[in-house]
């Protein structure tokens, strides 16, 4: 790097997590980005296979709602395993407002995904409320506990019918195409994410939920008002959820208690942010883009549920043996060294001013959550 | 010069520990104040009251006039009280420009802290001055966990001092660092000072504070037992036979 000559136009706050990122390696994988969403907005075009496309809408809402995790749980190291509770509550929004409403399955019932995603964000208050005061390991059973607290109430409310669920009105659209127009609704919820989170990176708020992750007293002591940051980054993180689980619902065609209200989604979105790298942009992303299709292929080609889980298994080994950071931030290392080292070579031997990558010895602790 | 930090009769107990027994002092506006006292005498207790980490059993302070007990760490700091602390805290995964910008947020409300970005080039340029002010400016994008501790220290200073607080409670701010540093530390210091800032340090070097406080305070068993210019405390038999006892070799050790 450069001597501090101008150093203040140069600073760049975006880097994930602190690291120095270099920028060619940074817009390089803004390039890439932009071009998988650009191939994965054209699949259905060119893909006019149902399964395809089935598997198309079930990544992206597991996209979305990884980026939305990561959102508030991987910036601020606030670990939930509830936010189940937001894609079920959404669910059931969509779902039981579509039917007081007699709506018919049209495209009108799209316009219900962000009424379901206001839904959870109400539900994200109070859940916050009480959760959000405590930490660490106490935060996560506390999110798991209210968790299934609201899937007790999914049983045994009234309006919710209960284990016999609730069908939402299904559209009459064609059986190649069906799967459209949830796909680009999904998709666009999925833009939503990213952009929603890309900006809360670089906002002020997000630099106070990478403050609280680091140190949440010294933070206070330090101006900032740790509450209401992170019920900001709850409910905004329930909202994205809450529109993901909108769509399945609609998407599905019927919901129960235990697969709205699912205890694997809890822990599927948080696997997919490690797997991907947690507290990047790009890693939940990454993270559900391998797995999610991994899972819904296997589902469907041996039409047992639990195959995945196997595949699964194995694929967490090796990234925690491999990259115990996450695929993103291993890269992003590998990367940067490889550079150095052809850096070094050009130069004849010259002394290696530079380029060293932030020393990693305090990263791995942060990325696996909050001690 | 009127007295800007008024604690009266402060008192708190951890269990069967008596931390704090009726301490008072005060902080005059513009001085350099010290804090010192055997180890367990309460100093950095009665720091985590004034700054509301801690909420004591009784007694009072006030600050400006106005009391301030009961306060939370947030509201403190917005009141125009900064600190840092004996273990440095900053934020490890942070930048060091990052760990800059988090208290630049002292005046502002909760909306616009969402849409604003966290780069404004006024924030920008004052962060970079205060660094280049603590001599950090060149590591501006390194990871603040890859800094020395004295260079955490430093780092320290520089981000609460961005708020521009009127009053900072340095503790230690001379503890476990190079002679040069410690230099370096007072010399900034002196220089804030000159510009205004009221200080309260709680130190064990006594040179470092002999040699840099207007007033200093001796702490003993949770309560201050003695207060006036540095001269004047070296000299009171009491302070010898506290505290100075053992830190008169310390000194001389010092000076050689």
Redesign the interface.
Known sequence: ?S??AS??AK???T?P????QSRAVRRAGVGAWGAILLVIALVPVFADNPTITSIGVFTLIFMACASAWNGFSGYSGYISLGNGVFYGTGAYVLTYTAIRLNMSGGWSMFALVPLAGLGAAVVAIPFGFVALRVRRHTFVVITIAIFFVFQLLAFNLGFTGGSSGLTPPTPNWVGATFNNPFYYVAFGVLIFSILLFWG?R???????L??I???E??????????L?VKM?GFVLAAFVTGMGGAIFAFFVGQIFPQFAYDPVFDVTVALMTFFGGIGTISGPLLGALILEPIEQYLTIQYSIGSVYLIIYGVLFLLVLMFMPRGIVPSVGDWVRSLRARKWRQGDGGAVPVVVTP??P???PV?ARGPE | MSDLLVVDGLEKSFGGLQALSGCSLTLEEGSIGGLIGPNGSGKTTLFNIV???VRSDAGAVSFKGRPLVGG???Q???LGIG?T?QLT???????V??NM??????R?G?LR???????S?VE??R??DLL?FVGL??L???????LSYGQRKLLELA??LI?EPSVILLDEPAGGINPTLIDEIRSRIVELNRQGTTFLIVEHNMEFVMGLCDKVTVMDMGCAIVSGPPDQVRADPRVLDAYLGSVEEASDDAGE
Do not use: C
Not at chain 1, 17 to 20: F, N, P, S
Not at chain 1, 217 to 226: E, N, P, S
């Open positions: 790097m001597p501090a150093p203040a600073a760049d706050p880097a997590l602190g690291a120095v809360v670089r906002s002020r708020f997000g630099l106070h990478l403050a992750r680091d140190d007293d010294r933070a206070r002591g330090l101006g900032v008002k740790v209401r900001t932030p020393a010895e305090n990263v942060g | 700054t509301g980490y939370k760490p947030d403190v700091f917005a600190r602390f805290r900053i934020f490890a995964r942070l930048t420009l990052e910008l988090v208290a630049t947020q002292r502002e909760w802290s969402m849409v604003r970005g966290s780069e080039t920008h340029e962060a970079m280049a400016a060149r501006w994008d390194s990871s603040a966990g890859t981000y609460v708020a």
